[in-house]
């Protein structure tokens, strides 16, 4: 399939460009450990590779392989056409393998999170690694004052409980795919999603974003998830900034309906220095509430080309004990594509 | 915020910097609307892409560039504004670019520009060549104004010359004249009026400055007799202070862009604070 993705790109490359400009290659790779006492671990860590550029003045495509680990396979995370301009009726146009519009979480790449690993609550709403689907979906620029944009979108398949182990243990998934026909549970199938938001400036130095979400499985566990995300920025000058995001679900489908939400503070204080706060809460993770609070700092010696994360982070499950856990990423990036500190 | 120049507009011209597009308003006059994405006082390497920068790109008719890679983010702006009727114009086609590398270029360099030092907008002979750049574009989006946009672009070009000989004139005892800038931007600059960049507190192009180059440039400043570091007002002026503290080196601030400073709210008015600035600084009845 990766394959197939990139010979696509690469013809419509040619048939639009007579030229031979190269893309944009980057690669970032981080090195997760984390350890909550007993054992440490470092499965989190990867390596991203992107392949970027335009196709022609009017779309770009943009290729993004994961390697999970060391034992993992190279993964297609995105290879995605935008027809950003030239449409009629100034649409945007997307298509390809890419992370819907959907939250403010989804669409964002793991490697530029400040507080190093997924919400534990966002992953078991939007998956592992957030969802990632073929499809197609088109974008309008609302003719409002202020940006407003509504974008709608049909996939191949919804969000997927997939794990990177299963390219490791096949055996296991074939199991856990039976298991899953047996009591009903499928893997979702063709899915439309959709998102509203607006941006304000609310003065020369901060800014205010707000949207709406909406996702329907259209058979099978016929899922329905509602989205309400919020994203503040105070920023008076090029490295000094506090932000804050969250985003809120309202999941329901055949066999469950649950709240759940996550929210993030980051300061970013100096050129070098961010601290952050992240915390989540599920009302029904795995049979039971789910809450959980992190403290996290980043240093970036240099530019964003090489930046250390570390957090301590603490969940409350249930009846269970308390878990802590200590996260630390350092991370690097070769190419224009990069963490993204500012 | 936004420089807006007159109620009456007709052709829509959104610039990466206020250069540009004082610039703009001087070529366009009463036909033209102008405003800019890049602060003055805004480091333009780092420009986040907001979305109400693409609504602004959306009304526009004319987007105007820096080029030479330091506007990168402009590409995402244009590309979310959604205007295919967007003309846009690289104001550094007619230029002549200083310091293109000519060895392999790569991130141990720091932030180097492959195509050249991208600050040329701060040589007052560039500022006609973008003048230029942008009456050929006024040109073909509102023919009609053809006339004025020309007439605007001599009257520009000979106030440009008539300031320079001044300035030539009145700044001559800064020729030769050696000091510190904080990073390279300047070049256009001092080749311009003769001045010499002995060194830069950035090791290399933004990168910040390391204990070793510190030692370094403290070397420098008491060998040479440096009088100043001059520097941009969004870098962090922590490392020029601790030179002042170990060197006695005064600092001054000087305007990369227009409205950098006050002082600073037309080009030539930018261009000029500078030169008054480090004539009083440097020159010879200096402070």
Not at chain 2, 6 to 17: E, G, H, P, Y
Request: with cysteine; glycine share 6%; net charge negative.
């Amino acid at each position: 399939m990766i394959r197939f993705i990139l010979f696509i790109t690469l013809i419509l490359s040619l048939g639009s460009a007579q030229t031979t400009t190269n893309p944009d290659i980057s690669i970032i790779g981080d090195l997760v450990f984390s350890t909550d006492g007993d054992k440490t671990d470092f499965s989190n860590s990867g390596l991203e590779i992107a392949a970027q550029g335009y196709v022609n003045p009017y779309a770009r495509a943009d290729v993004f392989l994961h390697l999970h680990d060391e034992n993992s396979v190279l993964e297609l995370e995105e290879a995605v056409l935008s027809i950003e301009r030239g449409l009629p009726l100034n649409l945007g146009l997307r298509t390809g393998k890419f992370r819907p519009d959907f939250s403010k979480i989804n669409p964002e790449h793991m490697h530029t999170y400040a507080y190093i690993l997924p919400s534990t609550v966002a992953q078991s709403i939007l998956g592992e690694e957030m969802w990632s689907s073929f499809g197609i979906e088109t974008q309008a620029l609302l003719p409002l004052p202020w940006y407003s944009n509504f974008s709608l979108g049909f996939f191949q398949h919804g969000i997927s409980e997939h794990h990177h182990h299963d390219e490791l243990h096949p055996d296991e998934t074939n199991k856990n795919h039976h298991e899953a026909e047996d009591s009903e549970t499928k893997e979702p199938g063709k899915t439309l999603s959709s998102r509203f938001s607006h941006f304000f400036d609310l003065n020369n130095n901060s800014h205010l974003e707000a949207g709406i979400s909406a996702y329907r499985e259209l058979k099978d566990r016929e899922r329905s998830i509602f989205g309400a995300d919020i994203k503040f920025k105070w920023r008076p000058d090029t490295y000094r900034s506090i932000t804050l995001q969250a985003d809120l679900f309202q999941v329901e489908d055949k066999h469950e309906s649950l709240q759940a939400g996550y929210t993030w503070i980051n300061i970013q204080f100096s050129r070098i220095w961010n601290v952050g706060l992240i915390a989540d809460y599920s009302s029904n993770f795995k049979e039971a509430r789910y809450s959980s609070i992190g403290l996290f700092a980043g240093f970036s010696p240099v530019e964003e080309s090489s930046v250390f994360r570390l957090r301590v982070h603490q969940n409350w499950h249930g009846d269970e004990d308390p878990e802590w856990s200590v996260t630390g990423q350092i991370i690097w990036s070769l190419g224009p594509h990069k963490p993204h500190q500012f | 915020m936004f420089f807006v120049s007159t109620l009456f507009a007709q052709v829509n011209i959104v610039a990466s910097t206020e250069d540009l597009a004082n610039i703009a308003e001087l070529i366009g006059g009463e036909r033209v609307q102008v405003s800019s994405i890049a602060k003055g006082n805004q480091n333009p390497h780092y420009i986040e892409v907001l979305p109400s920068y693409m609504l602004k790109v959306k009304r526009a008719d004319i987007y105007l560039k820096v080029g030479l890679e330091l506007d990168l983010w402009a590409n995402q702006i244009i590309d979310g504004s959604r205007n295919r009727k967007l003309k846009i114009v690289d104001c550094s086609k007619n230029i002549v670019p200083l310091e293109i590398p000519t060895t392999k270029v790569d991130a141990s360099m720091g932030d180097i520009h492959r195509f050249g030092n991208p600050h040329y907008w701060l040589d007052p002979e560039n500022g006609k060549r973008i003048a230029e750049s942008i009456t050929d574009a006024l040109v073909k989006v509102d023919p009609e104004g053809r006339s004025q946009y020309e007439a605007n672009l001599l009257t520009f070009q000979q106030t440009v010359d008539n300031v320079l000989n001044q300035w030539l004139d009145e700044y001559a005892d800064l020729d030769g004249k050696e000091l510190i800038f904080y990073h390279n931007s300047w070049p256009y600059f001092i080749r311009r009026f003769g001045l010499r960049a002995i060194q830069f507190v950035e090791p290399k192009p933004g990168i910040v400055p390391t204990p070793m180059h510190l030692e370094e440039l403290i070397n420098v400043i008491q060998a040479s007799a440096i009088r100043i570091i001059a520097m941009e007002p969004y870098f962090s002026d922590r490392a020029p202070k601790f030179l002042a503290r170990k060197t006695g080196v005064g600092i001054v601030k000087i305007a990369p862009s227009v409205n950098a400073l006050p002082g600073t709210e037309t080009y030539l008015d930018m261009i000029e604070y500078n030169l008054r600035i480090l004539k009083q600084h440097l020159g010879e009845n200096h402070d």
